[in-house]
């Protein structure tokens, strides 16, 4: 069951109707005694492309991680507040988390292939989900999600060689592939390109734009271009604050903040 | 006088000269040290000094014992020591004309240190080469008065009945390696299981406190020697199994396989589990991530992504194990048979190649006896075995390293 | 109902991981369960060892008792007062001429089955006897008392005599030579490896070679012993010396592997800085690297050491499980050491000798653990994290 949301906050800040997919109710979040994020509250578009940006530090990762429950693996992690996927409360005891993993995916700063075959990779989560079953549908489905990775050209015919013996950027666009093969909704990525050329960084923002028709992408990028160049609302994090949010545009444009301004024109950070 | 009472003699009456001497040299060039430039420091021209007058001497006292030792030469004890103490003025002549402010003493000195460092691994090396050569020799003797061919072919072995000149199928040794990799499976089929899952529980999901004290206690398993080992067998382990035999309506001889090779089992569990623990520790944390995120469960990301990552490290550990086992002597001396047999039901006593060494070593044979020698034809097998399984296991090791470091 | 919450397939999965999850903490308890029932075992048999039965007597120093050793105690105690003891008295009374002629009251031992039979253990006593003995403790003229002479004694063939002074002290000869020969070898071999070794084939070489060392098994040292020192050299069989410089070979790889790992973990930034301040490669090393790697020298010595201290195969191949009842006094005579002395005594068919091979397994596992928990504490106590 599906519920729709109009946010009078993004009518305000954005301008645009948009189907609200993740909201972020006053979250908080404490390693050990530090606390790392001072209540949050944000919503997140539906197939749109939403950036975090700000210096290091200040929080940005560490929300993403909230949001796909990364955190539970770090032991000293508390965390308050609510986070709502399509109304539901991935913090409530009931949700279970490895069913919201395979909803929500996750691409890391550094590529990080398994030491399998690219076909390998592609195909382990479905078939730990049960998505494909048989030989012929793995086939099929391993190419599809190939294609929509744009990798499969430059794949097709060494699928059984191992992943990591790809370039820095295609093991990227593998990892985004594998995420996408489980079919989530919402992909979520810490630093992409950071690890990646130019060149590499372009085909994945390319990747990007083409993925957001069926995707909801959350990008905590620190390339305040890349942000402008691929995002349509952006987020600017603080020490552990969310500054300011909004259009992408209106953001890069007319900072509302004075913060925000001098982040953007690089006086600090 | 023999020549190590000349090399008494003159050590304790040349070490201390030496001694004398640099530091008489010390203190002639402390005291010139500020009006000229001297290339070393005061005691480097001590140091010098002392070791060019000690070590012609010392020199000369090795190659007396060594030839000695070898039973080539030996010089009489007066000779030598003539000898080395001549060496000995020579050196100091020498060292003290050295004595000048254009002389670098301290590099002739760390020359001299770090011949004394090379020799070192040298002897450790040569450590290595005498095991094989001395294995190989004495293997040699045994070889011929027993073909290799019948050693490696034969079931019967029966060297209490073998003659001078009559050998012929009393030495084959298949009974007897069938008994050890016998006891060997049995000891792995308890440890590797047992070792790998201690240590998938200690490095993914134990808390760090309970870490800190499950992989030292584990560890206690390693530190208690083999002859401990032996006895619990012997006399607590045998007679359950025995006692368990029983109740289960089989026969089982107090020498049974089955007991040794349990006990050898959790006497491996700490190398399998301590070397596995820390492979899949080295397991990049952003593959369990990655893995992870695409939803799985814990088990799921070790099953399929963090066991087969750490596999090669895991084989080593394994292997460094079986070797462990193959050549383990007390547990088997104290509780596994002497009698060669070959069979595949492990309730019967068997024997094994390190049994049978110590029994042809310990027993009142001549040292030339065809028994006494099938030790060290044995002890060859066992050598080539192990060398194998460790260069398969470093090759393994280097795999997974060049691929995660 | 909704997507995220778990469903019937999620199910099935988390059972797998319950059970694999359980198969994991099994495997742990099983190993931590065998360590306390070897231990409770172990303690369970040997303990008892620690106190031997004695009895009151009045002892006659006499000449009679000098020509017959056995009269210096009345009758009825003949059969339980300890005939090795008995044996020890004419040369006391030789030693002693002052007590000639006296009878005194004294706890001597008693035999090794009327030791058992207050311990409540199998023993080869008539009924007669026990009937003796019982009324006996009834008149506080028996008790058990701790066990000196366990430490005092070497190996008897009397079980209630037998104890492990020799093999200690056989233990510290032969480990003496051990270190003497190993840590001098091993550290100087680490130290030209690590600093001074050109990268070449021959270096490769002796690392392979110090790696196999390494993993060949025990015995086939005790094989290059008697080969080479015994048969080639001519060490006295037996002997500490032979023993030492067996173990010391086997002891040699695990000093030159820790060692190395310890002036591996001296950054380079030390030297560097040593080297800058002008200092040749030996003063950078003797004067910095090695002060930083001592601990981590001296933690894998112990750890050797230990090693070597429990090690029994390679030495009864050259032939250190003689009876050996009186301690060595050089490196030449002939030796036992403690787990040599453990294994001859676990072969002895009198029950009595079973405690005592239990206790001393309970000293020597208390010494190696000691040793191993005081290494380990060392490498905690100088850590540096860099």
Known sequence: MLLQFGYANDLKQGGNMNKSKISIHELKLWYDKNQALHGIDLQIAEKKITSFIGPSGCGKSTLLRCLNRMNDHISNCRIEGKVLIDNQDIYDPNVDVVQLRSHIGMVFQKPNPFPKSIYENVAYAPRIHGIASSGDDMDELVENVLKKASLWKEVKDKLHQPGTALSGGQQQRLCIARTIAVKPEVILMDEPCSALDPIASAKIEELMDELKKEYTIIIVTHSMQQAARVSDFTAFFYMGNLVEFGNTGNIFTKPQQQQTEDYITGRFG | MNTSDAAFYFFITVLPIAAVIGFLVKSKVQNAFNDTHWRSLPIHYAFYVGLVIALPGAIAFFFASALHLLTIYTADGIHVLVLATLLSMWGGFHSLKNVRPAFCARESVERIIRYFLISAAFISILTTIGIVLAIIFEAIHFFKIVSLWEFLTGTHWAPDDATEGNTSGMFGSIPIFAGTFMITIIAMSVAVPVGILSAVYMSEYASEHVRNIAKPALEILAGIPTVVYGFFAAITVSPLVVNFAESAGLHADYTNALTPGLVMGIMIIPFISSLSDDVIRSVPRSLRDASLALGTTNSETIIKIVLPTALPGIIAACLLGVSRALGETMIVVMAAGLRPNLTWNPLEGMTTVTVRIVDALTGDQAFDSPETLSAFGLGLVLLVITLILNFISIYVTRRFRSQYE | MNKIVSNKALKRRYRKEKIFKGAAIFALLLAASFLVFFFSNMIGKGVSAFSQAEILVDVHYSESSMKSYRKAVDKPYRKIVSRGWLRT??????????????????????????????????????????????????????????????????????????????????????????????????????????????????????????????????????????????????????????????????????????????????????????????????????????????????????????????????????????????????????????????????????????????????????????????????????????
């Open chain 3, 89 to 386: 008295l004419p040369m006391y009374m030789e030693d002693n001429p002052e007590v000639m002629g006296t009878t005194r009251q004294e706890w001597v031992l008693a035999t090794a089955d009327v030791d058992q039979y207050l311990k409540g253990y199998p023993n080869r006593l008539k009924d007669k006897h026990k009937q003796y003995i019982d009324k006996l403790q009834e008149e506080g003229k028996l008790k058990l008392a701790f066990n000196t002479g366990f430490f005092t004694r070497g190996d008897s063939k009397m079980a209630e005599l037998a104890g492990i002074k020799s093999a200690v002290i056989g233990s510290i000869l032969v480990l003496l030579v051990t270190l003497a020969v190993a840590l001098p070898i091993g550290v100087m071999t680490a130290i030209y490896l690590e600093e001074f070794a050109p990268d070449n084939r021959l270096t490769q070489l002796v690392e392979v070679n110090i790696n196999n060392l390494a993993a060949i098994p025990s015995i086939l040292f005790g094989l290059l012993g008697l080969a080479i020192f015994i048969n080639f050299f001519g060490v006295p069989r037996s002997s500490a010396l032979v023993g030492g410089l067996t173990l010391a070979l086997m002891t040699l790889p695990v000093i030159i592997i820790t060692t190395r790992a310890a002036l591996r973990a001296v950054p380079n930034s030390i030297r560097e800085a040593a080297y800058g301040l002008g200092a040749s490669r030996w003063q950078a090393v003797f004067h910095h690297v090695l002060p930083l790697a001592f601990p981590g020298i001296l933690t894998g010595t112990i750890i050797g050491l230990a090693q070597a201290m429990g090690e029994t195969a390679p030495l009864l191949v050259i032939g250190m499980m003689a009876y050996i009842p009186d301690s060595p006094t050089g490196f030449t005579d002939a030796a036992t050491v403690l787990p040599a002395q453990i294994f001859t005594w676990a072969g002895e068919s009198i029950r009595a000798y079973e405690e005592r091979t239990a206790a001393a397994i309970l000293v020597l596992v208390t010494i190696l653990l000691s040793m191993n928990a005081f290494a380990i504490w060392l490498r905690k106590r100088f850590e540096t994290r860099w």
